[in-house]
C-alpha cells in the first residue's frame, strides 16, 4: 500500500491542492481516518482558509456525511462566496435531503442574478421538487437571456405543455 506520508505531503503539508489529491487517494483507498486525519492536519494549520473549507465539505461528501459537508461548505461561502460553492452545497442538501436544499443556489443569485448557468440548476431543482411555478419562472429568465439555453428552453416547453399552457409549442419551436 502507499503510505499516508508521501513526497508530497511532507514537501507541502498545507498546499490544499496536494492534500485534496492525497485525500482522495486516501478515500478511494478505503483509507477513511488517513483521509480525515490529513484534512484535519489542514484545518487546524489553515483555520481560516475557505480552500481548506471547500476540502474538507469534498471529504465528508465523499464519506457520505452531507450535513457535515453542508456545513464546511457553508463556511466556506461565508468568507469567500462563489458558484462553485453553491453548488457543492446544494448537491450535498440534495443528496442528504437536508432542509431548503435550494437556498444555496437562491443566496448565490441574489448576489448574482446574471449567472444563468446556477440559475439553470435551480429551475431544474424546483423542477424535481415539484415547484412548477418557480420552475417557470427561472426557465424563463434563462430563456430571455440568449440562445444558447435550449435546455432551459426544451424543459420550460415541456413544463408548458404540462400545465396545459399554450405556449409550449411556441417555445419548444
Do not use: C
Request: hydrophobic content about 40%.
Amino acid at each position: 500500500g502507499r503510505e499516508s506520508s508521501g513526497p508530497s505531503a511532507r514537501i507541502h503539508p498545507n498546499w490544499v491542492p496536494a492534500t485534496g489529491a492525497l485525500m482522495l487517494l486516501d478515500v478511494q483507498e478505503k483509507m477513511r481516518d488517513a483521509a480525515v486525519a490529513r484534512v484535519t492536519k489542514l484545518r487546524k494549520n489553515r483555520p481560516d482558509d475557505p480552500a481548506g473549507m471547500d476540502l474538507e465539505g469534498d471529504l465528508h461528501a465523499s464519506l457520505g456525511d452531507y450535513s457535515r459537508a453542508d456545513a464546511a461548505y457553508r463556511a466556506a461561502v461565508a468568507i469567500s462566496p462563489s458558484a462553485m460553492l453553491a453548488v457543492k452545497s446544494f448537491r450535498v442538501r440534495e443528496l442528504g435531503k437536508l432542509d431548503e436544499p435550494t437556498k444555496p443556489l437562491e443566496q448565490w443569485l441574489e448576489r448574482t442574478p446574471e449567472d444563468f448557468s446556477v440559475r439553470l440548476l435551480l429551475a431544474e431543482a424546483y423542477d424535481r421538487l415539484g415547484q412548477r411555478n418557480r420552475a417557470i419562472k427561472q426557465y424563463e429568465l434563462v430563456a430571455a437571456s440568449g440562445p444558447d439555453y435550449v435546455t432551459a428552453l426544451n424543459n420550460l416547453a415541456w413544463i408548458y405543455h404540462q400545465a396545459g399552457d399554450a405556449r409550449a409549442e411556441q417555445v419548444a419551436r
